[in-house]
Nanobody, 121 residues
Framework: QVQLVESGGGLVQAGGSLRLSCAAS????????MGWYRQAPGSQRELVAG???????NYADSVKGRFTISRDNAKNTVYLQMNSLKPEDTAVYYC???????????????WGQGTQVTVSS
């Protein structure tokens, strides 16, 4: 079984910073792409940032220049450094990873449980 566990959310004032972490655990053969999504109340879940296994990244236009995604392949962990936070960044943030478990060797997308980020004005 593969699990993704997020940490690092919380309450911060506008202009502040937070760093989210998401660690994958279990019987993992390989991890391909990893990423972060967010969902605000009354809105659809949207992509924030993604990173491939070789480190290529992509970002939503709304976070470019403020957020940085990175990963530590040795730790099966993806990070999201969020700077210059705005109230509109308030949402539940979810990580995901395309993981091939040892038992099947077939890639499947796994999701974390979500972590709340609240930015006050």
């Amino acid at each position: 079984q593969v699990q993704l566990v997020e940490s690092g959310g919380g309450l911060v004032q506008a202009g502040g910073s937070l760093r989210l972490s998401c660690a994958a655990s279990g019987s993992i053969f390989r991890i391909n792409a990893m990423g972060w999504y967010r969902q605000a109340p009354g809105s659809q879940r949207e992509l924030v940032a993604g990173i491939t296994s070789d480190g290529s990244t992509n970002y939503a236009d709304s976070v470019k220049g403020r957020f940085t995604i990175s990963r530590d392949n040795a730790k099966n962990t993806v990070y999201l450094q969020m700077n210059s936070l705005k109230p509109e960044d308030t949402a539940v943030y979810y990580c995901n990873a395309d993981v091939a478990p040892r038992i099947t060797l077939e890639y499947k997308r796994y999701w974390g449980q979500g972590t709340q980020v609240t930015v006050s004005s």
